[in-house]
């Protein structure tokens, strides 16, 4: 099954904002709001930012919002810090009971 | 606190099977729905399949041929087997819970790298 997709990296300066888009299909994204955002550093666990789209997980910034329209979701961070670089994925519930993620995007702080 | 912890073989023989443990400590299995997934060198992160306390599974069509997950909830553990085995199949492997299929992952286990190599 075909991953979804995402940017493979995005910068920006501290202070400034960044959107991370991920883009899925009509059996994914498309049709359920049952999307969720992680943030991966190697020889880390997983972190959760948000699930069902929206749903900001507890502890996670406020300098962090995510979005959905049409067949792809959003991840916005504003006033970027150093300690947002990192590795994001985007997952979303697929057709068929299954789950799909994105291919990853590395954030880097300039 | 709930936490997960992952273990196996690190090395595993092409065409052979993979065989990984996730134990569950601080909680229960009851009502959660227990995956697998892995991130191969460079690639993003791959869901592998799930299965909820009762037993249910599904797996990633791309694997599921190869692939069995099963619970013992009585030691509050999950399992993960995959089958004929190949390079492609070199990643670090995490176990990850949800609370319903179509939700988030909340937690996960560190993950434990696998090499299949001769």
């Known amino acids: 099954q075909s991953a979804l997709s995402q940017p493979a990296s995005v910068s920006g300066s501290p202070g400034q904002s960044i959107t991370i888009s991920c883009t899925g299909s009509n059996s994914d994204i498309g049709v359920y709001d049952y999307v969720s955002w992680y943030q991966y550093s190697p020889g880390r666990a997983p972190k959760l930012l948000f699930s069902d789209v929206i749903n900001r997980s507890s502890g996670v910034s406020l300098r962090m919002s995510a979005s959905k329209s049409g067949n792809t979701a959003s991840l916005t961070i504003s006033d970027l810090q150093p300690e947002d670089e990192s590795d994001y994925y985007c997952a979303s519930y697929r057709v068929g009971d299954t789950v799909v993620f994105g291919g990853g995007t590395k954030l880097t702080v300039l | 606190q709930e936490q997960l912890q992952e273990s196996g073989p690190g090395l595993v023989k092409p065409s052979e099977t993979l065989s990984l443990t996730c134990s569950l400590s601080g909680g229960s299995m009851s009502f959660y729905y227990w995956s697998w997934v892995r991130q191969a060198p460079g690639k993003g992160l791959e869901w592998i399949g799930f299965t909820y306390f009762s037993g249910r599974t599904n797996y990633s069509p791309s694997l599921k041929s190869r692939v069995n997950i099963s619970v013992d909830t009585s030691k509050n553990q999950f399992f993960l087997t995959l089958k004929s085995v190949t390079a492609a199949d070199t990643a670090v492997y995490f176990c990850?819970?949800?609370?319903?299929?179509?939700?988030?992952?909340?937690?996960w286990g560190q993950g434990t790298p696998v090499i299949v190599s001769s």
């Open positions: 990850a819970r949800q609370w319903m299929v179509q939700g988030g992952f909340d937690i």
